[in-house]
């Protein structure tokens, strides 16, 4: 039961870094539904290991994208260097909620069902709308990246999904479609690492310590998961299928709220 349970953490982990339906709002409807929080309190190194693979899933998915940069950087290019900085100015707006306003996110994540189906039905919303908007060809500047970055920011609230809000957000810019999903994945990877940087910094792995056979089955889960969701959403942007994560958002988060008033 406990390499089961790795596997369903590690295919969850996988799927919901990457589609656009907010992992930290249906892990508050679980909580909901199964009156348990302590769905939630898995291992501090469980968690590290699952945001670890997807991290290592996104590179390899942009392999190329990420050794043109890292050529582009060294030779001193333009592009480089600005497409740098503009993954930089996108991360501020997270990194600033993250320090000076964890205590007042954290409240959020406390049984607030109904606001976390209310911010789902948003989601919908916001991916409904950006799939109807021509697809633009403007570069990516830095006022784009900071309006980007704020998305981001804004997505750590429980039911705001991270991809769908950066990705829908550059869309209603007018970034074109396969720049607006490589920028919204890249500009993540350096806030993974430095979230698993602090809770390596900060954790206790002392009070459980998983298996390795658990610990590598969560990773392989979540790796090859992130791999196939990534390719997934980038083919679900280009194509303009995102209604199709903004039907199931207006659903979950309608039928959350019916719950709700009947229980």
């Not at 997270?94 to 189906?117: K, L, P, Q, T």
């Not at 910094?201 to 658990?214: E, I, K």
């Not at 998961?225 to 679900?236: D, R």
């Not at 280009?238 to 229980?263: D, R």
Request: with cysteine.
């Amino acid at each position: 039961m406990e390499l089961i349970e790795a596997l369903i953490l590690g295919i969850v982990q996988g799927l919901t870094e990457f589609l656009p339906v907010s992992s930290s709002g249906h892990l508050e409807i679980m909580k909901f539904l199964l009156n348990d929080d302590s769905i939630a309190e898995q291992s501090l190194l469980t968690t590290v290991f699952l945001h670890f693979a997807t991290a290592i899933a996104t590179l390899v998915v942009f392999k190329e994208d990420i050794l043109d940069l890292l050529k582009g950087l060294l030779s001193g290019h333009r592009d480089a260097l600005m497409f740098s900085l503009y993954i930089v100015i996108s991360m501020t707006p997270a990194a600033f909620v993250g320090v000076f306003f964890a205590d007042w996110i954290e409240a959020f994540f406390h049984r607030n069902i109904h606001f976390v189906a209310i911010m789902l039905i948003l989601t919908g919303v916001i991916l409904f709308i950006s799939e109807k908007i021509n697809s633009g060809q403007k570069k990516m500047g830095a006022l784009s990246a900071l309006i980007i970055g704020l998305s981001q920011a804004i997505a750590i609230l429980p039911g705001i999904s991270r991809s769908g809000s950066t990705i829908a957000t550059a869309l209603i810019l007018g970034v074109e479609k396969s720049k607006a999903a490589r920028f919204s994945f890249l500009m993540v990877i350096p806030l993974i690492f430095g979230k698993i940087a602090k809770d390596l910094l900060s954790g206790d792995f002392a009070a459980h310590m998983p298996s390795v056979p658990y610990l590598t089955i969560g990773f392989l889960s979540a790796f090859i998961t992130g791999i196939l969701a990534c390719t997934w959403m980038i083919n679900i942007v280009k194509n303009s299928k995102l209604s199709w994560f903004s039907y199931y958002c207006f659903i979950v988060g309608i039928a959350i709220i019916a719950y709700s008033f009947y229980t």
